[in-house]
């Protein structure tokens, strides 16, 4: 079975929409600004032996906000300048949906897809979403310090997205084993 890493995209590897005090996902193509800056560390997740899979939810969609070729052209910018495998997508407004986050259905659904050991997977977020669905699923948490981590369950909160991918590759170099008590 194989391993991934999760990766949210707003704010980890596209820029907040600026001048707003929440955080803002872009609306329109020029808004959208990749951060290629983290092509490097994402291609040591994939040297690793990472699948790198981009899962969003981005309900500007139900909501008439952004239109679906909008979302498809960024994406493909995104595909373009990042090394990542797949971008799962959910465009529910309602976050019991079963693929909104916090619900898992997107990692549940990429874990079927690309046969994966969800126990192996990793997900990097800056928000508390991201690390409850990680949890619900069995994947290791690793967040980046921002407002919106929350105070719920976080496996690692770290610096940036390069503290992030070090932690994993580290985790992966030298696995943590609990003995069975006797």
């Not at 979403?129 to 921002?146: E, F, H, I, P, W």
């Not at 369950?153 to 610096?159: G, K, L, S």
């Not at 932690?167 to 069975?180: E, S, Y």
Request: net charge negative; with cysteine; charged share 25%.
């Amino acid at each position: 079975m194989k391993a991934a890493v999760f990766l949210e995209r707003d704010g980890i590897l596209n820029r907040y929409v600026p001048g707003r005090a929440s955080p803002d996902a872009p609306t329109r193509l020029e808004q959208f600004s990749v951060i290629e800056e983290v092509k490097p560390a994402l291609q040591r997740l994939k040297d690793a032996g990472f699948l790198l899979l981009v899962a969003t939810v981005q309900p500007g969609i139900s909501r008439g906000e952004l239109s679906r070729n909008e979302l498809d052209l960024m994406h493909r910018v995104l595909k373009h300048k990042l090394p990542v495998d797949e971008i799962l997508l959910c465009c529910s407004d309602d976050p019991t949906h079963p693929c909104h986050k916090p619900q898992p259905g997107l990692f549940m659904e990429a874990a079927f897809k690309w046969g994966l050991d969800l126990d192996r997977c990793y997900v990097i977020s800056d928000k508390w979403q991201d690390a409850k669905a990680a949890q619900v699923a069995g994947c290791t948490s690793v967040m980046v310090r921002s407002p919106w981590v929350g105070t719920d369950h976080h496996d690692f909160v770290v610096a940036d997205l390069e503290a992030a991918v070090k932690k994993i590759v580290d985790l992966t170099q030298h696995p943590v084993h609990c003995a069975a008590a006797s």
